[in-house]
């Protein structure tokens, strides 16, 4: 029976064959679907926003673009065309969906000729919805995308290489690690929309009671097994933390490989590896973290982990910083005497993080109209208006210089926005950057749960999922 990969991979590569062939044909008088209109020439001047940031107050006051105008050079547009995005998991929130459509009112307010309208669909949907969408020949022009999609998309040959529909002038305004990160050889498969980064946040009470500084959280990984040790002799109640990183995580903290440059081979069974699952076992042999989990992570870690640092069970919580808001609604007593510090480095030096961006499909009838979307879409004040609305950060260069970040603030939300855009410069996506990221997951949390179950050592653990990886990353596509 094929795997749900295999099925997905082979739908994808028949549908990118008709789309190109249908390509191939060229524009008729045959009236199409409004996502599907015949290409335009697009203005060269890329779309550029006010320099006063908008405020968020009101929908309105969220998106103050204005869109320069197209240079004398620049070909007309022939034709009036329909850009259409997705987004997936905003809709429902009235000030996200306020945004969103306002996004979309604004840029056809400055160009006249072009219609946009904004969809939202939930979590995986997406990519479903997509396929079924490129089969139909209604392809959306823009889809909002994190990176492991991103590239299961682009190892099929289903999305655009944007190196090759932007400017370098639009390059230019992105953070290097974030534009890059969905790349595949020199083809760049998507513009970075919004950053989610881990900071440390910790219980200045356990940190007393435990005759620690509660000024001076850990900084390193070894300060994070010492703070440990301590917090377990003196208070015999708590934890010293409870890891939610994955090993893609684990190995962007340690700076050990998973995969080989090419992402055609596993990497996984590496000396620093199992270094670093030892090191795990000498935390669960002495009781420092919670084991009641199936392994490192699945599923239902981060709200475990949310429920024992509420209860006052966890001195630290290696997170994002999106956790204090629900902290300061849930556990007031926990929260008032909660500190914020940056994340808890390894010898990489880097900060995990969680990339969101826009992919153009090669199926989208508009590929250069589409692309100035996506940029206008993360431009610098289109991001910073949506940064005031989340506990997100920007992943362009100037939005990230806003007061709204450097001088936030001094209460909980705003020491964690200064903590976190300082770690913009050395954050780094942490997902596994595969085209088969699904099933490699899947099999290494099986095969870990036995690890963390006892039922076999750290090294086993390794060499097993090494085989099932490179047995996965081996398999032919259909």
């Avoid at 082979?10 to 008729?28: E, Q, R, S």
């Avoid at 020949?137 to 299961?152: I, K, W, Y």
């Avoid at 589409?370 to 289109?382: E, G, K, M, R, Y």
């Avoid at 490699?440 to 099986?446: G, H």
Wanted: aromatic share 8%.
């Amino acid at each position: 029976m094929k795997s749900l990969y295999t099925k997905f991979a082979f739908v994808v590569a028949l549908l990118v064959l008709v789309a190109t062939v249908m390509a191939a044909c060229g524009p008729t008088d045959t009236p199409v679907p409004p996502t599907a209109a015949p290409t335009v020439a697009a203005p060269t001047t890329a779309p550029t926003t006010a320099a006063a940031p908008p405020t968020a107050t009101t929908a309105a006051a969220t998106v103050a673009p204005t869109m320069a105008a197209p240079t004398a050079t620049a070909p007309a547009v022939v034709k009036p065309i329909t850009l259409t995005y997705w987004t997936h998991d905003l809709k429902g929130n009235a000030k996200f969906e306020a945004y969103l459509n306002g996004l979309a009112t604004a840029y056809t307010a400055a160009n006249p000729s072009v219609t946009v309208v904004w969809q939202d669909y939930a979590g995986t949907d997406i990519r479903t919805k997509l396929l079924a969408a490129i089969a139909s020949g209604s392809a959306p022009d823009v889809v909002n995308f994190n990176t492991a999609f991103t590239l299961q998309f682009a190892s099929q040959g289903a999305l655009s290489d944007l190196s090759t529909l932007l400017d370098p002038s639009q390059k230019a305004m992105y953070q290097p690690g974030p534009l890059t990160s969905a790349n595949i050889g020199t083809a760049q498969y998507y513009v970075p929309w919004y950053i989610t980064l881990f900071v440390t946040i910790y219980n200045k009470a356990l940190f007393t009671q435990a005759g620690l500084d509660p000024n001076s959280p850990p900084k390193t990984q070894d300060d994070l097994m010492t703070m440990s040790q301590a917090i377990v002799a003196k208070t015999n109640s708590a934890y010293g933390f409870q890891s939610i990183a994955s090993i893609s995580d684990e190995a962007a903290i340690m700076g050990f490989p998973v995969l080989s440059p090419d992402m055609t081979k596993s990497a996984i069974n590496n000396p620093q590896a199992l270094a670093r699952l030892q090191w795990y076992d000498t935390l669960k042999k002495g009781n420092m973290i919670p084991t009641t989990k199936i392994g490192l992570t699945d599923d239902t870690t981060y709200d475990e982990a949310v429920k024992n640092y509420e209860a006052g069970k966890l001195a630290v919580l290696l997170s994002g910083a999106t956790l204090l808001t629900q902290v300061q609604k849930d556990a007031p007593s926990v929260y008032a005497t909660t500190g914020v510090a940056p994340y808890v480095l390894g010898p990489s030096g880097k900060v995990p993080a969680s990339i969101q961006g826009f992919v153009v499909p090669k199926a989208s009838a508009n590929q250069k109209p589409a692309a100035d979307l996506a940029v206008f879409l993360t431009n610098d004040a289109n991001q910073l208006a949506f940064d005031h609305l989340a506990n997100i950060l920007p992943s362009t260069v100037k939005a990230s210089q806003d007061a709204f970040f450097t001088q936030a603030g001094t209460d909980l939300v705003g020491q964690a926005k200064i903590v976190q855009t300082g770690e913009l410069a050395i954050a780094v996506d942490s997902g596994l950057h595969s085209p088969s990221a699904d099933a490699l997951q899947k099999a290494q949390e099986a095969e870990f749960a036995k690890w963390w179950g006892g039922q076999e050592d750290a090294q086993t653990a390794l060499t097993n999922t090494d085989a099932a990886w490179n047995k996965i990353l081996s398999a032919p596509a259909q």
